[in-house]
């Protein structure tokens, strides 16, 4: 093999490890993204629950509107 094409492939060899060390670091963050998403979507859901409870308490023909200083 010439001395060029062993440096080309040396090189490639390089660039291929760097790209896989880069998608994995990159589907750490994806993961941890997407278990982010999940905690938030379930706080949302429960929040949104506890809401619709508190209006269900409140005395009907009442309106729940802006404060006076809005």
């Given at each position: 093999?010439?001395?060029?094409?062993?440096?080309?492939?040396?090189?490639?060899?390089?660039?291929?490890?760097?790209?896989?060390?880069?998608?994995?670091?990159l589907n750490?963050?994806?993961?941890?993204?997407?278990?982010?998403?999940?905690?938030?979507?379930?706080?949302?859901?429960?929040?949104?629950?506890?809401?619709?409870?508190?209006?269900?308490?409140?005395?009907?023909?009442?309106?729940?509107?802006?404060?006076?200083?809005?």
């Amino acid at each position: 093999m010439s001395a060029d094409l062993e440096t080309r492939l040396t090189d490639l060899e390089a660039q291929l490890a760097h790209n896989a060390r880069t998608v994995d670091e990159l589907n750490e963050v994806v993961t941890a993204q997407a278990d982010l998403i999940d905690r938030l979507t379930r706080k949302v859901q429960e929040l949104t629950e506890k809401l619709d409870d508190i209006g269900d308490l409140v005395e009907p023909g009442h309106v729940i509107g802006k404060p006076p200083h809005y």
